[in-house]
């Protein structure tokens, strides 16, 4: 047996010959790991310029992945609002605490809502234990006279096929010349001589008796529906989250208010418009109506929350809703610069004709709502222009009814307001004219 000294220090250590051949072993062991373990780096060098030359295709493919998601989940997310908030088909609403009245009655005996869908007479006996549910339908609601019974027919023809459920104001209370149209016998008819859209609105569609209906559509009669479905309407509507919206108007259509209302054939749906020229300015900073947030009266589309605060607003004794449209957007129920818009894709014609107190025969430009519109031998008693002068006092009395409210309801915030030191001012200025 041989020792092999280690090392010299104070003391001597010596080491076997066989413990030598062992670290020598050892020594070649930890070389050979050295050279795997170059040739494992290197492999993994090669993975990962492969997985870099990789990563850009993948970034794409993550991205279009996570936007498809994104408008899938935001889609869902809407048409579930919807649905849980006004599944009233499902769910008992609360017991009404306002009416002192009901307390005679038995909380489940209680239904405060309704709607217009037509009930029979009788069923037979194997279908009377089945209640019909009404779900997913939508309301066109349209004051007509005969004289423009033509277009009302292709106008409900374009809704009927898409669930909506018809309801007709005559403001001519002739009844009797719509018989002959296949679809009458299914509208709910109701007259009243020579009164508006709105006068009919406020008595007839009562937030309680439409809360079964998705959408309301409030048109007039002199629409032309040749390029509009129903259908699509809706889902564009869901999709961009619009609680308050109209079809945009053909820019040939005869009568155009505002700017904001004519169809942007590039867009799907715009929510504002741009205008530096002429009274109205309407730029970037613009925040209100009519440069955004605004739809105009002859065809707006009320979600139901919408449609009930709106339906607080019209008032009851100013019938033809001047000034309205420009406090609409408080019904929005939120952003009105988001949650109201106009419609590109679906739009429609506005034909502009003059029915109520008028001939109806005339197609008339007006685009100045507060000055009376001229006709060529007229009478010393001009039903137009008189309408016209009481359109633009109810528009004064509107305004100052707003205005007396904000200075008397002292909690209430203008959610459109964020200068709250002007807002105080207004208040102090109003209190001081008082």
Not at 300 to 310: G, I, M, N
Request: charged share 25%; proline share 4%.
């Amino acid at each position: 047996m041989t020792l092999f000294p280690v090392f010299s220090t104070g003391s001597q250590c010596f080491i076997l010959e066989e413990d030598l051949q062992v670290l020598e072993s050892f020594e070649f062991v930890l070389s050979h790991e050295n050279d795997v373990s170059i040739c494992d780096a290197n492999q993994m060098k090669g993975k990962s310029i492969l997985k870099m030359k990789q990563l850009p295709f993948m970034i794409v493919v993550c991205t279009v992945m996570l936007f498809v998601v994104y408008r899938t989940l935001k889609y869902q997310y809407y048409q579930e609002e919807i649905d849980k908030k006004w599944s009233i088909l499902e769910e008992d609403k609360p017991y009404p605490d306002t009416s002192g009245n009901l307390k005679g009655l038995p909380r489940g005996i209680i239904q405060d809502t309704s709607d217009f869908e037509f009930r029979p007479l009788w069923l037979p006996s194997n279908l009377r234990s089945k209640a019909s549910v009404y779900s997913h339908r939508n309301l066109l609601a349209i004051p007509v006279g005969m004289k423009q019974k033509h277009n009302v027919d292709a106008m409900v023809q374009k809704f009927l096929p898409d669930n909506f459920t018809i309801i007709l104001f005559h403001y001519d209370a002739n009844l009797d010349g719509w018989w002959d149209l296949n679809w009458s016998t299914k509208a709910i008819h109701i007259i009243a001589q020579n009164q508006t859209k709105w006068w009919f609105a406020k008595r007839f569609l009562h937030p309680d008796i439409v809360s079964s209906y998705d959408y309301i559509f409030l048109w007039d009669e002199d629409l032309g529906v040749e390029h509009f479905s129903p259908s699509r309407y809706i889902e564009i509507v869901k999709e961009e989250g619009l609680e308050i919206s109209q079809p945009a108007l053909d820019p040939d259509s005869t009568e155009i208010h505002h700017r904001i209302t004519v169809r942007a054939r590039t867009k799907k749906v715009h929510r504002r418009v741009y205008e530096l020229r002429g009274n109205t300015r309407c730029s970037e900073s613009s925040k209100g109506p009519p440069c955004t947030g605004f739809v105009e009266g002859m065809a707006p589309v009320f979600s139901r929350s919408a449609w009930d605060c709106t339906w607080h607003l019209i008032q009851n004794d100013l019938v033809h809703g001047w000034g309205m449209d420009m406090k609409i957007g408080y019904c929005a129920q939120g952003d009105r610069t988001q949650n109201v818009g106009v419609v590109d894709r679906e739009y429609v014609v506005h034909k502009g004709i003059q029915t109520l107190g008028g001939s109806g025969d005339e197609t008339v430009k007006v685009f100045n709502r507060g000055r009376p519109t001229p006709r060529h031998g007229a009478s010393a008693f001009d039903e137009r222009v008189e309408i016209r002068r009481q359109s633009t006092w109810e528009l004064q009395v509107f305004q100052d009814r707003w205005n007396r409210a904000i200075a008397e309801d002292q909690s209430w915030v203008n959610p459109f307001n964020s200068d709250k030191k002007r807002r105080r001012r207004h208040r102090k200025k109003n209190n001081r004219f008082s």
